[in-house]
């Protein structure tokens, strides 16, 4: 199975500031076929299920901010979030679906505001 | 409005089984692959279940293999666990989400319905 470690657990960011969390796979998610990333990240909010926002490492949701961006490939993932905001506090996750399931996620990061 | 919800939680004992639903509306259910994800008190988010589109083809994480059948009725656009030798260990929310065929992020998520192993 892939396992998906995320970097740091929790964060403490300032508003307006740039917010940056690392994935990182046990084995290339990299499809060399059609080379493509099969990495998504979530956001889940307290007490909310999980929201996609984005996929196939770099693609962003359909109206999630572009203060969002997700950049990497093969082993190593990046989600960067350019200026916090208040409502951006929430936890993070990773998650692969390459090839066969199942389809791990990272243990999740918790993002707050400094 | 596209939207999931999850129904048949609940307190079930050790060694018991619970059937939990996942009515789906607002698009064309079988298109999509369905998956569930659990998630334990204060824990991360855990893959459990896939089906695909006719539901001729499914998948489990080892935790729940030979415990948990997914399937899916098309016709009455609804998802279900079939969630059979339950164990402390199986408390958690469950979600049930939708994703392309194939690709397997899941794009639409359910609120959730918890179930209490105890």
């Known amino acids: 199975d892939i396992v998906m470690t995320q970097s740091p657990d929790s964060l403490a960011v300032s508003l307006g500031e740039r917010a940056t969390i690392s994935c990182k796979s046990s084995q290339s998610v990299l499809y060399s076929s059609n080379n493509k990333n099969y990495l998504a990240w979530y956001q889940q909010k307290p007490g909310q299920p999980p929201k996609l926002l984005i996929y196939w490492a770099s693609t962003r949701e359909f109206g999630v901010p572009d203060r969002f961006s997700g950049s990497g490939s093969g082993t190593d993932f990046t989600l960067t979030i350019s200026s916090l905001q208040a409502e951006d506090v929430a936890v993070y996750y990773c998650q692969h679906y390459y090839a066969s399931p199942p389809y791990t996620f990272g243990q999740g990061t918790k993002l707050e505001i400094k | 409005e596209v939207q999931l919800v999850e129904s048949g939680g609940g307190l079930v004992q050790p060694g018991g089984s619970l059937r939990l639903s996942c009515a789906a509306s607002g698009f064309t259910f079988s298109s999509y692959w369905m998956h569930w994800v659990r998630q334990a008190p204060g824990k991360g988010l855990v893959w459990v279940s896939r089906?695909?589109?006719?539901?001729?083809?499914?998948s489990y994480a080892d935790s729940v293999k030979g415990r948990f059948t997914i399937s899916r009725d098309n016709a009455k656009n609804t998802l279900y666990l079939q969630m059979n030798s339950l164990r402390a260990e199986d408390t958690a929310v469950y979600y049930c989400?939708?994703?392309?065929?194939?690709?397997?992020?899941?794009?639409?998520w359910g609120k959730g319905t918890t179930v209490t192993v105890s």
């Open positions: 989400a939708r994703s392309p065929p194939w690709d397997c992020y899941m794009d639409v």
């Open positions: 089906i695909n589109s006719d539901g001729g083809i499914t």
